[in-house]
């Protein structure tokens, strides 16, 4: 079974960068598609993306084009999300996720990780 775990969220200031981690296992790194999602309080969760590890395809909702990139290094069977110019709005509990399927689909994340908590101070 697929474990993975978050980590890299922290306190930031308005228009600061974080980048968080993902480490996968459990499984062949290569075989999945890893996803990010956020989740603050009394919100819906929201997808923000999603990378086939095999090839590094990246798929983002229009919604969140442009300050996030989604990234992987298979030598740490790891994902990371760079996240710029952070908004208190960007404040929320981060996610990943991941199917051993070499395609994204993000209502078809069957395992997840703990999430790490993104704090935006303005």
């Known amino acids: 079974e697929v474990q993975l775990q978050a980590s890299g969220g922290g306190e930031v200031q308005a228009g600061g960068s974080l980048r968080l981690s993902c480490a996968a296992s459990?499984?062949?790194?290569?075989?999945?598609?890893i996803g990010w999602y956020r989740q603050a309080p009394g919100k819906e969760r929201e997808w923000l993306a999603c990378?086939?590890?095999?090839?590094?395809?990246?798929i983002y909702p229009n919604s969140m084009k442009g300050r996030f990139t989604i990234s992987r290094d298979k030598t740490k069977n790891t994902v990371y999300l760079q996240m710029t110019s952070l908004q208190p709005e960007d404040a929320a509990a981060y996610y990943c996720?991941?199917?051993?399927?070499?395609?994204?689909?993000?209502?078809?994340?069957?395992?997840w990780g703990k999430g790490t908590q993104v704090t935006v101070s303005s």
């Open positions: 990378i086939i590890v095999d090839d590094g395809e990246q």
């Open positions: 459990g499984s062949t790194f290569n075989d999945m598609a």
């Open positions: 996720a991941a199917r051993t399927y070499r395609w994204c689909h993000s209502t078809g994340m069957p395992f």
